[in-house]
């Protein structure tokens, strides 16, 4: 079972923010959070990932809680492209199935004109 | 990805037949997976490789095989397709020693398989 838990649809203005939030309460020293989305059917595609401290790339920007009980994820001009579903996953680096993805239900993310 | 191709992209075929998938890759990672997606559902794992001697079962690998023919090549085998196998078939490939070292998986474009 995906150790996290996302609603399951947002909706957001063009040009707007985009926050995504993710519950991770079970958390594990050694996992990271990821975040993936998949644009319809399409591969899921990698986005950002962090430990502990927050991070920003050229996609978006990770917040974590310094308890690391929660996180967000924050796509700072959403457009109509960023129409997607968003995966929050928790997992080890590294170590056989231990590192391998567990995809839940992700948040359905609706971007409008 | 462009740099991880699933072949075919679609693939319609009846129930009995035998269906191979097809994944390259040209990241050079030793690592490679194959999930499939079940419509309104996450993906789930139905096996993955380390390199080209170790192959793992996933959470779904019944009705599965594998080859890993290279460590560019991973081919997902269904021996005798069934219709509950319908379905989107990603692979993906990761590099534990990779500048992140996190072991980031990157994903292919994904085959849709119909199984009548």
């Known amino acids: 079972d995906a150790k996290t838990t996302q609603p399951p649809s947002m909706d957001c203005a063009e040009g707007r923010a985009a926050n995504l939030p993710c519950n991770h309460s079970?958390?594990?020293?050694?996992?990271?959070v990821y975040w993936y989305r998949q644009i319809h059917s399409q591969g899921p595609q990698y986005i950002i990932h962090?430990?502990?401290n927050n991070e920003t790339n050229e996609m978006a920007s990770l917040i974590i809680t310094e308890d690391r009980k929660s996180s967000t994820l924050i796509l700072p001009h959403a457009t109509l492209r960023d129409t997607a579903v968003y995966y929050c996953?928790?997992?080890?680096?590294?170590?056989?199935?231990?590192?391998?993805?567990?995809f839940g239900k992700g948040t359905k993310l609706s971007v409008k004109p | 990805d462009a740099d991880v191709t699933q072949t075919p992209r679609n693939r319609i075929t009846k129930t009995g037949k035998r269906i191979m998938l097809e994944c390259s890759q040209t990241?050079?990672?030793?690592?490679m997976y194959w999930y499939r997606q079940d419509p309104g559902l996450g993906l789930r794992l139905i096996y993955y490789?380390?390199?080209?001697?170790?192959?793992n079962k996933g959470e779904i690998s019944d009705g599965y095989s594998v080859s890993r023919q290279a460590q560019a090549k991973f081919s997902l085998s269904l021996e005798s397709a069934i219709p509950n196998q319908t379905a989107l078939y990603f692979c993906?490939?990761?590099?534990?020693?990779?500048?992140?070292?996190?072991?980031?998986?990157?994903f292919g474009p994904g085959t849709r398989l119909t199984v009548l």
């Open positions: 996953i928790v997992r080890v680096a590294y170590g056989g199935s231990q590192g391998n993805l567990i």
């Open positions: 990241k050079g990672h030793d690592r």
């Open positions: 993906a490939t990761s590099d534990p020693n990779g500048p992140s070292a996190t072991n980031t998986q990157y």
């Open positions: 490789s380390f390199d080209v001697k170790d192959i």
């Open positions: 079970t958390i594990s020293g050694n996992e990271y």
């Open positions: 962090g430990l502990k």
